[in-house]
């Protein structure tokens, strides 16, 4: 049940997500903000795509939702809460709910914060994590619709998944989250160990993600936050660091 997960740059800064199930090469494609973006990794992996996924409503993650079926016939599965404001969906799921891409199973997980009808989806036999703009390397999502107790359930539920979990967030933010984070945390070894990893990946101009959540739990100072108040004040902070 191993579910390979490759990064597909779009946009400026988003990550989309190619999903495959390696033992029956079915595929997902993860946030289609961009129709043509989406169609070049398809083609590039071997031109099949079985189904699309969608995280949350904004454009920047489902602009090319439409294009994208109507090239592959592909159905699209997206959460019920919020199907009023995505792509016509073909399958609405809640938390729960299971998601089969070939002999993978994907678990649906509620995680409001970001937006209120914000999903991740969690699972293969090597753990996968397509959280969105929930949870980020190094930090999180800004709360522009949800209220920081919401996206404090939403981070405890992610941080109680297996520790190999990949992490595979939405943006390529870990740079700039990472300067926040020092600022937040500036007596963790392990956070200026990454902070200068990122550093280097970044002069590459090599992704930072995927992550794994051991790292996130020692050094992300979202998923370190005791308790709501906590995770405000971090939050509000972040919305005016520079």
Not at 131 to 139: A, E, I, K, M, V
């Amino acid at each position: 049940m191993t579910l390979s997960a490759q990064a597909v740059p779009m946009l400026s800064d988003n990550y989309a997500w190619l999903l495959r199930d390696e033992a029956t090469g079915v595929t997902a494609f993860v946030d289609p903000a961009d129709a043509d973006a989406c169609a070049a990794a398809v083609e590039a992996a071997g031109g099949r795509l079985d189904m699309v996924l969608l995280t949350h409503h904004h454009g920047d993650h489902v602009a090319g939702t439409d294009a994208v079926r109507a090239r592959y016939g592909c159905p699209v599965v997206g959460a019920a809460a919020d199907a009023r404001r995505l792509p016509r969906l073909d399958r609405a799921v809640a938390e729960g709910d299971t998601v089969a891409v070939g002999d993978s199973s994907l678990r649906v997980i509620d995680t409001p914060g970001h937006t209120v009808g914000h999903i991740a989806f969690f699972g293969g036999g090597n753990h996968v994590l397509i959280c969105g703009d929930t949870l980020f390397s190094l930090g999180c999502g800004r709360l522009l619709e949800g209220s920081a107790a919401d996206m404090y359930g939403s981070l405890r539920k992610l941080a109680a998944l297996p520790g190999d979990t990949l992490v595979c967030c939405g943006h390529e933010y870990t740079e700039s989250n990472a300067r926040f984070a020092l600022h937040a945390d500036p007596d963790n070894p392990a956070l200026r160990a990454r902070a200068a990893a990122v550093g280097r990946l970044r002069e590459a101009a090599q992704p930072t993600i995927p992550s794994r959540l051991s790292d996130e739990l020692a050094e992300n100072p979202f998923l370190r936050a005791p308790d709501v108040a906590a995770l405000a004040k971090l939050r509000a902070e972040k919305d005016t660091f520079r």
